[in-house]
């Protein structure tokens, strides 16, 4: 027993005065009767307690005006016993796995089913409940709610097919905890692998802020084969299948186009392996690739690709160099078909997707063809600048100049500044070139820069409706073996499906969980409804339509296709169930005391009325 | 303290009592008792053992049977007075003994009138002073003389002094107890046992005064001391306690009384402040 008040024990100073007062007190009476024989009856008639009681105390009501003082004084003292209490009301936030691997169906009707069926009986009625979504990005779908409304909106859940990001979850749960008392955060999941954070590492982190933080596993077995990737190929588009079955398994791959199929292939797969499937010669349009084999997650057993319908991309090259380098690596792409034009005659800019400015002299070009092109750029149109001695003397290029040329030239390697589709693997880094003097103008972007004043070699921008690419080396010895290298035709061709831009595959194609800018707020149907949204979250795999276009969304994903729970928590730290947390609560007891006290009180009144002085 | 105005009073009593009481005392009465005496009651058969000097010899001429004489006993009576003089007498405005002295006295005076013959003798722990069964009124005096004299002094012990009294009544008798029988219960109903064996006519008068019988006078933190022991015991006398204690003194009572009934003694408990008189009157009215 502890006390939360102890200066009050100074209370039984009391007990000095209230004991000199009986001390001080007439002493007893002495008389004389030859009756004591019957007063010795009614003593022995007394029960043995009290009989002991008057022993030791002569008078009664001294030792219960003590107890009762005592007994007040203890009251005063607060006293009480730690105990241990379960939480009557928590800040809980609820982080659910949502990802394609909670849809497996080895327990219940799917892991995803199991974690809210298992959360919605953890929550209690005056808990504050957030909910947190964990994709591959945690999504918050409640804040500080209520246990009953946590329940119902649970129940209106459906999983994602988004990989996952446990640890980025758990870190934002820890955030909505902030400033909270008893707060805890639970998280249901497979712990299959995912991206982010260790989920291990965010529940230290979260517990080094007092949020507690339990693991509870849902899924039982992994053994699923499904489709983790789709490459496209100089040959057609690679399908991957990965198997994590313990066995030799079977798989037929079925490719079909609205209902028909194309093509199918039966393979074996053997255990933890990968199998590599070629398709050819497909035709344009939306493709549903199936994966033949029962499994406990079919979400990986179909794929979608939108394959762009073949179009030729015209491509005119302005050059007065004769027979020019750039003329072989645009021949080099089967899909352009491509114009050289010397001027001053120059066809219609309008008839071409891509304009390539080469190397002209001023005098070459007629009065208005730099303004026809910027136009041509307002309108949509597609310009690459190739630099050479002779572009700064062209005037007017500044409105579509993504760089601004500072006059004179330097020499020195270059440098590759942003990794992209267009600079990804291209053995640009550490050639020397010659290189126009420029600084980056303001909304461009600089993908490879040479020298040691930085001067940007490769900057693209938009400009009004189309796109501005400057490529400052020139196809020429003095500059540059660049254009002897392999990695010219590679860039051109990635130079020009750029500027096609949203007829590539790869515009077309994507992992969920990806982010699509759409630029405005457009109405998306989805594989299972309808948004309205300017940046679409592809959470579900399937087609997505909007404005005319559609776009195709797969999880492809090894991690997630490996449904085998329990490989990113340490075993000992994952829980079955959760109980409600107990905290240590002090048990006050002074309400107990004060009855007996009270109960003393009366029975001194009930003893005086007895002894007939009341 | 007896006196002469006590002796003018007891005249006074012995005339109405003689008014009032006829045959108690009149040395007239049958007995019931058969025995050896002067008048035949009736005959019997004789029977083997029974004294042969009994027979009716003039009965056998008539009758040629044997029948044996039977006689009425002696119908003289004596009484004999036993008054406690332990020191637990020795209470009250009017000292408990003085009371039953004059109760005493009173039978003594009464028996003398009639020339019967009565003893008179004192008790405590034991028989303090015996006097031999006399008629007269030199005896009658000589009593009154032990009754001034008689210190109330030592304990109770009615149970071993009725056993040593009982042993010394030689004839049918009348026997008076007087006393406040302030010792356990057990013991009384002993000594009244063995003072009632013999057939004696027994009267039972208890001696007590009202302070001790509820103890009004009393109150609070009180040491109490026992007149006769000298123990003492330490009580809160509160109005619950007289209470108890009423109730603890009438069942006392309650119990004497039904021992005196079962030994066929008449009971009589008076209280000090009672007169003499009435008091007299009450017991052999």
């Known amino acids: 027993m502890e006390f939360a008040n102890p200066l009050a024990a100074f209370a039984l100073a009391t007990f000095i005065p209230l004991i000199i007062l009986y001390f001080i007190k007439p002493k007893p009476r002495e008389l004389k009767i030859p009756s004591l024989v019957l007063i010795f009856q009614l003593e022995r008639k007394e029960d043995v307690f009290r009989s002991v009681l008057r022993r030791f105390v002569r008078d009664p009501l001294l030792l219960i005006q003590l107890i009762t003082i005592a007994l007040l004084t203890l009251a005063m003292l607060n006293p009480f016993f730690p105990a241990l209490a379960e939480v009557e009301a928590e800040d809980v936030v609820l982080v659910i796995d949502a990802s394609g691997s909670m849809q497996a169906t080895d327990v219940g009707q799917s892991r995803f089913e199991e974690a809210v069926g298992l959360a919605r009986g953890v929550v209690g009625g005056k808990d504050r409940v957030s909910i947190i979504l964990a994709e591959n990005v945690p999504i918050v779908v409640l804040r500080d709610g209520d246990g009953e409304k946590a329940r119902n909106l649970l129940a209106t859940l459906r999983p994602r097919a988004t990989p996952t990001n446990l640890g980025d979850a758990i870190l934002l749960g820890k955030d909505l905890l902030a400033g909270k008392e008893n707060k805890r955060i639970i998280v249901y999941s497979d712990f299959a692998r995912g991206y982010g954070p260790e989920p291990a590492l965010a529940s230290k982190l979260a517990g ?169 750029a307002e309108k949509g149109g597609n310009v690459v600048i190739v630099a050479s001695d002779k572009l700064q003397e062209l005037g007017g290029l500044d409105p579509i100049l993504p760089v601004a040329l500072q006059g004179g030239s330097g020499r020195g390697k270059m440098e590759v500044r942003t990794v992209n589709e267009l600079t990804l693997d291209l053995d640009l880094q550490g050639v020397t070139t010659k290189y126009l003097l420029a600084e980056a103008r303001e909304g461009s972007i600089t993908l490879a820069t040479a020298g040691i004043d ?161 | 303290m007896l006196n002469t105005d006590f002796f003018k009073e007891l005249d006074r009593f012995c005339f109405m009592v003689k008014k009032r009481v006829t045959t108690v005392y009149a040395g007239e009465r049958r007995s019931i008792r058969q025995g050896k005496g002067s008048e035949i009651v009736d005959y019997r058969e004789y029977m083997p053992g029974d004294d042969f000097k009994s027979v009716d010899w003039k009965l056998y001429g008539r009758t040629e049977k044997l029948y044996i004489r039977r006689f009425e006993e002696e119908k003289n009576l004596t009484t004999h007075i036993l008054i406690d003089a332990s020191k637990s007498m020795d209470f009250g405005a009017v000292r408990k003994f003085d009371y039953a002295s004059m109760i005493g006295a009173g039978f003594a005076y009464l028996v003398t009138n009639e020339n019967e013959r009565f003893a008179l003798s004192l008790f405590a722990d034991q028989l303090v002073e ?137 009971f009589f408990s008076i209280t000090s402040n009672t007169p003499i008189f009435d008091a007299f009157l009450a017991i052999v009215g």
Request: proline share 5%.
């Open chain 1, 208 to 376: 080094a802020e007092g949020v507690e933080v339990d693991f509870i596993q849902v899924g039982r077995e992994g053994g699923n084969v499904g489709i983790v990737d789709i490459k496209r190929t100089r040959e057609g588009y690679s399908v991957a299948v990965r198997s994590y079955a313990q066995g030799e398994e079977e798989v037929t791959l079925q490719l079909s186009s609205k209902d028909k199929v194309l093509s199918s292939e039966t393979r074996s797969v053997r255990p933890s392996s990968r199998e590599v499937f070629l398709l050819q010669n497909l035709p344009g349009g939306l493709l549903t690739i199936d994966l033949r084999h029962d499994d406990p997650l079919p979400l990986d057993n179909r794929a979608y690709l939108a394959v762009p319908e073949p179009k030729e991309e015209r491509v005119l090259l302005i050059s007065e160099v004769e027979d020019p380098y750039i003329k072989y690596a645009l021949a080099s792409a089967k899909s352009l078909k491509w114009q050289v034009a010397v001027p001053p005659v120059i066809p219609p800019f309008e008839n071409f997707d891509i304009v390539i400015l080469g190397e002209v002299r001023s005098t070459s070009l007629l009065p208005g063809t730099i303004e026809s092109l910027a136009t041509y």
């Open chain 2, 130 to 266: 015996v006097m031999e069964p006399r008629r007269g009124k030199r005896h009658f005096l000589a009593a009154i003389d032990l009754l001034n004299k008689a210190p109330a002094a030592g304990t109770t012990r009615l149970d071993l002094c009725s056993e040593q009294y009982s042993k010394m009544i030689k004839s049918r008798s009348l026997v008076v107890l007087i006393s406040d029988f302030m010792q356990p219960l057990p013991s009384i109903e002993e000594g009244l046992y063995k003072i009632s064996r013999g057939s004696h006519d027994l009267i039972v008068v208890q001696v007590l005064d009202l302070k001790e019988k509820d103890l009004g006078w009393a109150e609070g933190d009180t040491k109490l001391y026992d007149l006769e022991t000298g123990e003492m015991v330490h009580v809160y006398i509160s109005p619950r306690f007289r209470e108890l204690y009423r109730e603890r003194f009438e069942a006392h009572s309650n119990g004497i009384r039904k021992a005196c009934e079962e030994v066929g003694a008449d």
């Open chain 1, 454 to 614: 930085g001067s940007p070699v490769l900057a693209v921008w938009s400009k009004g409706k189309g796109k501005v690419a400057y490529f400052g080396i020139k196809p020429e010895r003095s500059w540059s073996d660049f254009h002897l290298s392999p990695s010219f035709p590679i860039f051109w061709v990635r130079l020009t499906d750029w500027m096609r831009g949203t007829n590539l595959v790869e515009n077309k194609n994507f992992a969920t969980g990806d982010l699509v800018p759409l630029g405005e707020r457009v109405e998306v149907k989805t594989p299972t409804g309808m948004v309205t949204t300017d940046r679409l979250l592809l959470d579900e795999t399937g087609v997505y339509e909007f404005k005319g276009d559609s776009i195709a969304s797969n999880l492809l994903d090894e991690r997630e296709s490996d449904i085998a729970p329990g490989s990113t928590v340490p075993k000992e730290e994952v829980k079955g169930t959760v109980e409600r947390r107990s905290v240590e609560v002090r048990r006050y007891i002074e309400d107990y005391i004060l009855v007996m006290a009270a109960a003393l009180i009366l029975g001194e009144l009930l003893f005086l009325r007895r002894r007939g002085e009341l």
